[in-house]
């Protein structure tokens, strides 16, 4: 299953892909929608094999775990094989 990030909340008034707490999503497939806080759709990205995605102007860029030496696991997106900022020019809810 695939879903669309469409918005995101930040943790902290740094707003960075890091600060991000939770993640609100639509499944284009079904139509379904909803919201998973940063653990969830880690783990969902990383162990129950989740495709997640953020598209901009008709471009897509695929979500990745990234696992910082220090701090927690956070999603960021890729593109063309480099790391990308999209989650952050996504609305806030």
């Known amino acids: 299953m695939a879903v669309e990030i469409t918005h995101v909340r930040y943790g902290a008034t740094s707003k960075t892909e890091s600060q991000i ?7 284009p497939d079904d139509g379904h929608s909803g919201s998973s806080n940063k653990l969830i759709m880690v783990d969902w990205v ?5 495709t997640a995605y953020v598209e901009t102007g008709g471009f897509r860029a695929s979500v ?3 696992r910082p030496d ?4 956070y999603l960021r997106t890729r593109a063309d094989q ?3 900022n999209n989650l952050l020019q996504l609305p806030e809810f």
């Open 46 to 50: 990383e162990n129950k094999r989740g």
């Open 64 to 66: 990745a775990v990234v």
């Open 21 to 27: 707490v939770a993640y609100q999503w639509r499944n």
């Open 70 to 73: 220090q701090g927690q696991p």
């Open 82 to 84: 480099a790391w990308t």
